[in-house]
C-alpha cells in the first residue's frame, strides 16, 4: 500500500495503468489490484471512470499522503489489537 501511496506525492490523481511496470507479472498486478480496493475500501483513495471502458483515474480521497499513510498505519494498529488475525474473515467469529 506504501508504494501505491507514494506515487501520490508529486500528484494528488494518477491513472490505473500507471501503477503497473511496463513488464509486470500477473502475481504483481493482482497485489497491487487488491492493495489498491484496500485503500478505496478505507476511503484513501477514489477511483473515478468517465466512460465506459475509459481509463481508470485515481486520486487521494483525504488531504495529504501522509493523512492517508496514517489511515493505512491505524488500520495495521487495529490488526495487532485483534491479535494480527482478521485477515479476509478469518477468526473473526472467536472475537465475537
Keep these: 500500500m506504501a508504494r501505491i501511496l507514494t506515487g501520490f ?3 494528488p490523481r494518477r491513472e490505473f495503468a500507471s501503477l503497473f511496470a511496463p513488464d509486470a507479472d500477473r502475481a504483481e498486478v493482482i497485489v497491487v489490484f487488491l ?3 484496500e485503500l478505496i ?3 484513501v483513495l477514489r477511483a473515478r471512470q468517465a ?3 475509459g481509463a ?3 486520486e487521494l480521497a483525504v488531504g495529504t499522503v501522509e493523512e492517508a499513510t496514517e489511515r493505512v498505519g491505524d488500520l495495521g494498529q487495529i490488526e495487532q489489537w485483534r491479535g ?3 485477515q479476509h474473515g478469518e477468526g473473526r467469529a472467536r472475537h465475537r
Aim: aromatic letters at 6%.
Design 84 to 86: 494480527g488475525e482478521g
Design 9 to 11: 506525492v508529486a500528484s
Design 35 to 37: 492493495a489498491l480496493l
Design 56 to 58: 481508470i483515474a485515481l
Design 51 to 53: 466512460e465506459r471502458f
Design 41 to 43: 475500501r478505507v476511503g
